[in-house]
Nanobody, 130 residues
């Protein structure tokens, strides 16, 4: 059973930065499409960023409009890890952040769909104070 384990959340002031990490226990991590979602209290889980495997050693990254220019998703296949670097944090970024994984290619248009992912982490809390 594949497990995803997030870390790196915490409390930060507005304008600050955090880097989230997600370790994937699965084999051939390089063939996983990986994404980050978040869920604020009383709200639905929303897509944040994706770094999808599209074949060979090629990946495609995309972001929600709300985080473009502030967040960066990356991966280190040698460490089975995907990262989310979050800069210029705002109070509205406060949420539980979840790592999600799918073995194989995800059609770009479906990367924002929760149903596209069969593996999820337990979540890590990010709180941004004003």
């Amino acid at each position: 059973q594949v497990q995803l384990v997030e870390s790196g959340g915490g409390l930060v002031q507005a304008g600050g930065s955090l880097r989230l990490s997600c370790v994937n226990s699965g084999h051939t991590f390089s063939r996983y499409s990986m994404s980050w979602f978040r869920q604020a209290p009383g709200k639905e889980r929303e897509f944040i960023a994706t770094i999808n495997w599209i074949g060979g050693s090629t990946y495609y990254a995309d972001y929600a409009d709300s985080v473009k220019g502030r967040f960066t998703i990356s991966r280190d296949n040698a460490k089975n890890t995907v990262y989310l670097q979050m800069n210029s944090l705002k109070p509205e970024d406060t949420a539980v952040y979840y790592c999600a994984g799918h073995y194989g290619v995800i059609i770009t248009a479906q990367a924002m769909d929760i149903a596209s992912y069969e593996y999820w982490g337990q979540g890590t809390q990010v709180t941004v104070s004003s």
